[in-house]
């Protein structure tokens, strides 16, 4: 089996905001390890039901053998912006609660062939299926502006142009291949001082990891298809870990809670429109301070949750 070391982040949080019925459907959206999912499943009785899902091959082969001898859990393999597909074709039209743990897992991190970290040397992979384009290709191929627009979109990177200019020059020697010959470029590209405030490639590596797995098209597209799917009462408990997610989360549900929208000088609505769901948690959820202490990979993540009113 392949063990993740990954702690579930707002474990205790999560759980209440979904409000487990025991006889309930529910869906891990991004099984990972298993973590959220195990701690779902101590809510379950005999009747209820946990779908797993994920696209990660890795976590697909520790899930299916962590729960293999549970009855309640059905694993499929595939991104969670397709789960109403998912969960349709297993002959489900609704499901009570959905938990999305967004970004890239602590295995994910701590496994060094996979390209996601800047701390040991591998190839610039970072591809959380496994599958398509590399973040190597996208260093080697895209243009000087593709390539600023990613680091400064993605990466919220303000040394993103001349970064860029220092990967270009590079990679016209010799093809830029692996995680520490990219950090090292990075270093070169940016003033001493941000390299007081962290690791200097730390942006740059999130925004290629970003480009390569299309993470903020399919959290959209997951928020989409989550809150279709669920049943009227039902609660989608979404975690992120950097503000370009949460911005995404917090508007998209807030969208989800307006009611009228007719013009403020008429005397009475006219529109019909009523909110489609309410906020289960009035504001984001972080991590406390015992948390924090046991793991501090927590310090970024934000708990929101939405009910579905109809």
Wanted: a neutral charge; proline letters at 4%.
């Amino acid at each position: 089996m392949l063990e993740f070391s990954h702690i579930p982040v707002l474990k205790e949080e999560t759980i209440q905001a979904l409000h487990i019925r025991p006889e309930g459907v529910y869906v891990d959206a991004t099984a990972g390890g298993g973590g959220h999912s195990a701690e779902i499943l101590k809510y379950l009785s005999d009747e209820g039901k946990l779908i797993l899902i994920d696209q990660d091959p890795d976590a697909i082969a520790t899930v299916t053998e962590r729960f293999r001898q549970n009855r309640n859990v059905t694993i499929c393999k595939g991104n969670f912006s397709d789960m109403r597909s998912i969960v349709n074709a297993l002959g489900i039209d609704g499901v009570d609660g959905i938990l999305m743990d967004i970004g890239v897992s602590s295995r994910q991190l701590d496994t060094p062939e996979r390209g996601f970290s800047f701390h040991s040397d591998a190839p610039l992979d970072m591809r959380m299926s496994q599958s398509g384009t590399t973040a190597g290709e996208l260093v080697n191929h895209l243009s000087y502006e593709e390539l600023v627009r990613i680091i400064s979109r993605y990466g919220e990177e303000k040394f993103a142009r001349p970064i860029t200019r220092a990967i270009i020059r590079e990679r016209e020697k010799q093809p830029v291949e692996t995680t520490l010959q990219l950090a090292e470029i990075i270093k070169s590209a940016v003033p001493s001082y941000k390299k007081r405030e962290g690791h200097p490639a730390r942006q740059t590596f999130q925004a290629l990891r970003i480009a390569v797995n299309g993470e903020l098209e399919r959290l959209s597209e997951g928020l989409s298809e989550g809150f279709a799917l669920l049943n009227k009462g039902g609660i989608m408990a979404v975690i992120t870990f950097h503000s370009l997610e949460d911005r995404i989360v917090k508007k998209y549900m807030a969208k989800q809670c307006e009611g009228c929208c007719c013009p403020k000088d008429f005397p009475v609505c006219v529109c019909g429109k009523t909110p489609a769901g309410e906020l289960v948690l009035k504001k984001s959820v972080q991590a406390c301070a015992e948390e924090l202490a046991v793991n501090p990979r927590s310090r970024s993540a934000r708990l929101r949750a939405i009910k579905k009113l109809s």
